[in-house]
């Protein structure tokens, strides 16, 4: 599993380097899309980044105009974290077609019904503990 980790972490850089991004840029503009705004300490947690590391994306990618921090309304010591119109349109028009085509090349060696029972036994992997 750690191989097979390593090597896909690999694929999935591949993928953002022609964009100048990196895979936690992408884990954290997927979030932020998915969620909405949200502080950084949210996102360090639930993606499992440093705070200081995470500090660094936000940087990054407010430097390149796909987030900008503003102040939480529900809590003013704290800044939440948003997309910018340009991030949600390089999200789901370049980055997110990159990284299904880079899945879909690590995945290549698998057939169809393998992929499906691959995907499944991996959701029940993760997701399965949940129920316990």
């Known amino acids: 599993m750690s191989k097979a980790n390593n090597l896909f972490g690999g694929v999935f850089e591949s993928a953002m380097e022609p ?25 360090a947690r639930a993606h ?3 705070r200081t590391t995470m500090v660094s994306v936000v940087d990054g990618l407010e430097r390149l105009g796909l987030v900008r921090r503003s ?7 704290k800044y939440a974290v948003a997309l910018t119109a340009e991030g949600q349109s390089l999200l789901r028009h370049k980055l997110e077609p990159a990284m299904l085509a880079a899945l879909d090349d690590f995945l290549s060696p698998l057939t169809p019904d393998e992929r499906e029972q691959f995907n499944r036994l991996l959701w029940r ?8």
């Open 48 to 50: 499992d980044i440093d």
């Open 19 to 43: 964009f100048g991004l990196r895979s936690k840029d992408f884990v954290v503009l997927m979030a932020v899309d998915a969620l909405g705004p949200q502080s950084q300490q949210q996102l």
């Open 71 to 77: 102040r939480d309304p529900d809590d003013r010591r």
């Open 125 to 132: 992997l993760v997701h399965g503990r949940d129920r316990a």
